[in-house]
């Protein structure tokens, strides 16, 4: 049976993902930086693999892994990621250039390592995980925010190009859903709070942002078992948004002026007067 290869399935969207296809009959060959965080999945009938998007060895590693194994690859869903949250001009490289490689980088060395296999067997399907964030950005969370813009624009580019193999492109843009991207961002701010200069009487609207994912959030099953409908379907959709805030979001992007735009962020993140 073919497999589905889905990228960070140690919690979130990735495990509840893996989950819910194994449920409606499918191989899913799951992967994450820790192994042992897979062991749930690998006892539901997963495959489970070590993978850290960002590592060129463990990458190759899993692909003669996958290849050892006799793993027929029919879609990939790049789901990997993470949002390091705080002011732009407070960030360091280091912090800037992981959020890329993490969200952009890793997903296209990903894509261009498997992808292959589904061009030499006449076609398949990539699955990008997206984001609302990468249509209406916002305070705090600009480099997030660029990555998964960044995202959208590459499956565009990929859609057009894998075409002639038969390959379908989708983008999932995930709203609030419920998962451990706050805590994990949250933790990332708590950790450079002292680093903070200028932006250090805002610290707390800093916190908020890191946590807003998880207002009102969808519960993560939900989400996974309207994803895997979306993915599983026989005529794809380029992008489907999914999840609280979903549509709203990018219906303020659209049709509220930028002036106006602007304001509502920067009251909401208390950058609406001096400090």
């Known amino acids: 049976m073919a497999s589905i290869v889905i990228t960070g399935c140690s919690s979130g969207i990735g ?5 819910e296809l ?4 499918r191989q899913v060959v799951a992967t994450a930086r820790n192994v042992a965080a897979l062991d749930a999945l690998k006892t539901a009938g997963a495959r489970c693999y070590a993978l850290d998007v960002t590592s060129a060895d463990s990458l190759a590693a899993l692909k003669q892994s996958l290849a050892e194994d006799g793993v027929v690859i ?3 869903v790049n789901n990997a990621g993470y949002g390091a949250m705080g002011p732009l001009l407070e960030m360091t490289d280091e912090q800037l250039k992981h959020q890329f490689d993490a969200n ?3 997903l ?6 498997l992808v292959p296999q589904m061009i030499t067997q006449g076609g398949g399907r990539v699955v990008n995980v997206g984001s609302v964030s990468g249509i209406l950005t916002t305070p705090f969370s600009g480099a997030y925010c660029a990555t998964k813009a960044a995202v959208h624009s590459l499956s565009d580019a990929l859609r057009i190009e894998l075409k002639p193999f038969a390959i379908d492109v989708l983008v999932i843009q995930p709203g609030a859903i419920q998962s451990s991207f706050g805590a994990t961002a949250s933790a990332g701010v708590a950790q450079r709070q002292d680093q903070l200069g200028i932006y250090a009487p805002v610290a707390d609207a800093i916190a908020a942002r890191a946590n807003a994912s998880q207002q009102d959030a969808t519960p993560t099953e939900d989400f996974a ?3 895997a409908d979306v993915i599983l379907a026989k005529k794809p959709i380029a992008f489907t948004r999914i999840g609280h805030g979903s549509t709203l979001l990018p ?13 509502i962020l920067a009251k909401r993140f208390a950058l609406d007067k001096p400090f």
């Open 22 to 25: 194994l449920q409606r009959g």
């Open 225 to 227: 078992r309207q994803m």
């Open 15 to 19: 495990q509840a993902l893996a989950f």
């Open 251 to 263: 219906l303020i992007q659209r049709l509220l002026p930028v002036a106006i735009r602007d304001h």
């Open 104 to 106: 952009v980088f890793a």
């Open 74 to 76: 029919e879609m990939l």
């Open 108 to 113: 296209l060395a990903v894509t261009r390592a």
